[in-house]
């Protein structure tokens, strides 16, 4: 499968948002290659022992699985990447520890990938970040 951002602005000449675009349109219906790619990637969004991304606007941070708000993630293109170390996984939370609350807690597995990047500085004209999660969508973005 071929993917490419598409940057669109919005708003302002210096916001840009992105998307991530399926642009591979030749695979024929039973092909087992996309399907196999897809599988891959699944299995490696989330890493444990591994810093990840909170690849979303906001990811809740929480003292057990669906419990008690300790904090939000935020990923954008004024504060950056919010990391998340992931010690263990269990069904769909990840433990671990976040570097922008500076604490332990709960995230929802989903939402973690090593799957990003970025370039530059957050807040800076230059900076951009895109992140995908395991089903193959994607979170970016950066300042034009």
Do not use: H
Not at 70 to 82: A, F
């Amino acid at each position: 499968m071929k993917s490419f951002n598409a940057f669109v602005i919005l708003g302002s000449v210096f916001a840009l948002t992105g998307c991530v675009v399926d642009a591979d349109s030749s695979s024929e219906l039973g092909d087992d290659a996309e399907v196999d790619e897809q599988t891959s990637v699944a299995e490696q969004a989330v890493t444990n022992g591994a810093v990840n991304a909170a690849c979303a606007e906001s990811l809740t941070l929480r003292d057990q699985p669906g419990g008690a708000t300790l904090g939000t993630m935020y990923t954008g293109p004024y504060n950056g990447v919010s990391k998340f170390y992931v010690q263990s996984t269990s069904g769909s939370w990840s433990y671990g520890y976040s570097y922008s609350l500076g604490r332990w807690g709960w995230a929802m597995t989903y939402y973690l990938t090593t799957n990003y990047r970025e370039q530059g500085a957050p807040g800076q004209i230059g900076y951009y970040y895109a992140c995908y999660r395991a089903d193959g969508s994607g979170w970016g973005g950066g300042i034009g």
